[in-house]
T-cell receptor
Framework: NAGVTQTPKFQVLKTGQSMTLQCAQDMNHEYMSWYRQDPGMGLRLIHYSVGAGITDQGEVPNGYNVSRSTTEDFPLRLLSAAPSQTSVYFC????????????FGSGTRLTVV | GEDVEQSLFLSVREGDSSVINCTYTDSSSTYLYWYKQEPGAGLQLLTYIFSNMDMKQDQRLTVLLNKKDKHLSLRIADTQTGDSAIYFCAGGNSGNTPLVFGKGTRLSVIA
């Protein structure tokens, strides 16, 4: 089925380890973004991209890197994991950043110990 | 920039109507959205309204927009236990500025 695919669904990391959260969409959406969801904090935007080769920072970018080499993929890299990065991460895509609604992936639950 | 505020919790009895409220600050928001998040899942677009509309109805859902007060509401008629979820309000303009989401309202439906 068409949509946004996130992998893995669950991950446990040790402090200081690095990893990449994968996000892929097959809807030819130009806009892709990463959010983290924490209790009582809602969704906070980490990084976003309005097209291949273009990325920008959101509200909480520190500790995370992104790149957008293709329209389909938008991986999120944690360089040196910290317990404060324990969260649920969502990838979302859309035809444009500001309109017509987003399609969300099912999330990656990350625990850093 | 845009700021979106919602109350965090709402509890209703099965069969009653639910009203979830949202306020926003950016009067230039072109689209206003309601998303639903069920436990363990991502957000799903529930409905949306353009800024030039006052009301939109879709089966059990009614969205009301008061542009003067920058107030958006979502009414769910005949609320069912399957409506228990977190509901997010979001606003945005067309173009390259990301949507801004509220913190979400957790709706609990009591049987």
């Amino acid at each position: 089925n068409a949509g946004v695919t996130q992998t893995p669904k669950f991950q446990v990391l040790k402090t200081g380890q690095s990893m990449t959260l994968q996000c892929a969409q097959d809807m030819n959406h130009e806009y892709m973004s990463w959010y983290r969801q924490d209790p009582g904090m809602g969704l906070r935007l980490i990084h976003y991209s309005v097209g291949a080769g273009i990325t920008d920072q959101g509200e909480v970018p520190n500790g995370y890197n992104v790149s957008r080499s293709t329209t389909e993929d938008f991986p999120l890299r944690l360089l040196s994991a910290a317990p404060s990065q324990t969260s649920v991460y969502f990838c979302a895509s859309s035809y444009s950043a500001g309109g017509l609604g987003y399609t969300f992936g099912s999330g990656t639950r990350l625990t850093v110990v | 920039g845009e700021d979106v505020e919602q109350s965090l919790f709402l509890s209703v009895r099965e069969g009653d109507s639910s009203v979830i409220n949202c306020t926003y600050t950016d009067s230039s928001s072109t689209y206003l959205y309601w998303y639903k998040q069920e436990p363990g899942a991502g957000l799903q677009l529930l409905t949306y309204i353009f800024s030039n509309m006052d009301m939109k109805q879709d089966q059990r859902l009614t969205v009301l927009l008061n542009k003067k007060d920058k107030h958006l509401s979502l009414r769910i008629a005949d609320t069912q236990t399957g409506d228990s979820a977190i509901y997010f309000c979001a606003g945005g303009n067309s173009g390259n500025t990301p949507l801004v989401f509220g913190k979400g309202t957790r709706l609990s439906v009591i049987a």
